[in-house]
């Protein structure tokens, strides 16, 4: 069933969603959390499609919040919502309203999104796009528990990473950090079944992909072992290799689905490691309402140790250099994100006590 109010406000808003579960017969609310996803109008088809599907695994109430402030000044001053509330099979398991911000309403769109959330359930906000430099500071990213930006939708996806660790808050996460959710299992489960000393790792994926750069900064922090970063064309990641003594740990994905493991003294195998739709990376991410302490550690380690110029592998330095020399923000980015034979992360971290199987399983 589908309502659009024009000129509306939350409360008319309230009253129609009530209205529209009646009139199907479900009056009762069985929804979990509050997913906001703040976008445009040329990303929301997208971002709401992805919502619905994710919904079939957590019934939410998705609010999408569309800024449309005006061009003219007279546009400008001007102060109306719109809405269009979706309840039933058009919403999938839960229900959904796209609102409309016009002109100066636009710039507080927190005071319309708070009476829609739901009571007592945890809220989620989500960035499809270029989302705020400071999400935690963000008005409505301060109501939720959860931040969920995507550093690869970004006009420079590797500085975004670098501008998530200045900025992160306990709650903040990145759909370029739940892509790599399947590599850092198959590598974790692949030490598990080799336990032997990690010289070195070297990860290869496209240029500008943030994905690539964090699950090499994943592995440098983990392991404690240098890692090279290679260029690849892709699709996305093709390939991680784990030096060990007696050869390598390979797990190369060449075609953007289908992984092969490669390990000493044993069988190749073929893995499943598809590249996954945006709401199975959604449905992930509504999984866990806790701060993600191994993402927090991994992007912060980067914004520290990433550098060296374009177009030459760089070498991260021990903690020791680190911190008697300070990291240059600027410097960092470049060097992942440049094209050329090799760049971005390279990563050397100081010796760590314990099995390098140990560290990397405590990761997932």
């Known amino acids: 069933m589908k309502i659009d109010l024009t000129d509306t406000t939350s409360a008319k808003i309230n009253t129609g969603l009530i209205q529209a579960r009646r009139a199907i017969g479900t009056p009762a609310v069985g929804m979990v959390l509050t997913l906001v996803i703040v976008t445009d109008e040329g990303s929301a088809y997208d971002a709401l499609k992805a919502a619905t599907e994710a919904s079939k695994e957590h019934p939410s109430r998705i609010l ?12 400008r001053a001007l102060a109306r919502l719109d809405a269009e509330v979706l309840v039933g099979s058009e919403a999938g398991t839960g229900e959904t309203v796209v609102l409309r911000l016009h002109g100066e309403l636009a710039n507080h ?23 705020p430099d400071n999400p935690s500071a963000d008005p409505l990213g301060r109501l939720g528990q959860r931040r969920i930006t995507d550093a690869a939708a970004s006009e420079d996806p590797v500085a975004a990473l670098g501008l998530r660790a200045d900025t992160y808050a306990p709650g903040d996460t990145d759909l370029a950090w739940t892509r790599i959710t399947g590599w850092r299992s198959m590598l974790a489960a692949a030490l598990d079944q080799k336990h032997t000393a990690i010289s070195k790792a070297v990860v290869e994926g496209e240029a500008y992909n943030p994905s690539t750069e964090l699950l090499a900064l994943w592995l440098a922090d983990r392991l404690g072992v240098p890692v090279e970063r290679k260029v690849s064309a892709g699709p996305g990641i093709t390939g991680a290799r784990l030096t060990v003594e007696d050869g390598d740990i390979c797990l190369d994905r060449p075609d953007g689905s289908l992984a092969e493991l490669a390990m000493p003294g044993q069988p190749d195998r073929h893995v499943a490691l598809k590249r996954r739709e945006t709401s199975e990376l959604i449905a992930e991410e509504l999984r866990r309402l806790d701060p993600d302490d191994i993402y927090r550690s991994t992007v912060q380690f980067g914004i520290k140790h990433l550098v060296g110029q374009p177009g030459e592998e760089s070498v991260t330095p021990s903690p020791a250099a680190s911190r008697a020399t300070p990291s240059s923000k600027k410097a960092a980015p470049a060097a992942a994100s440049k094209g050329g034979g090799k760049n971005g992360a390279s990563g050397k971290a100081a010796d760590a006590s314990g099995s390098a199987a140990d560290k990397a399983k405590s990761a997932d």
């Open 109 to 131: 769109a927190e005071s319309v999104v708070l009476p829609l959330l739901l009571p007592d359930a945890p809220v989620v906000v989500w960035w499809p796009e270029d989302g």
């Open 64 to 75: 999408v919040v569309i800024k449309r402030p005006g061009r003219s000044p007279r546009d």
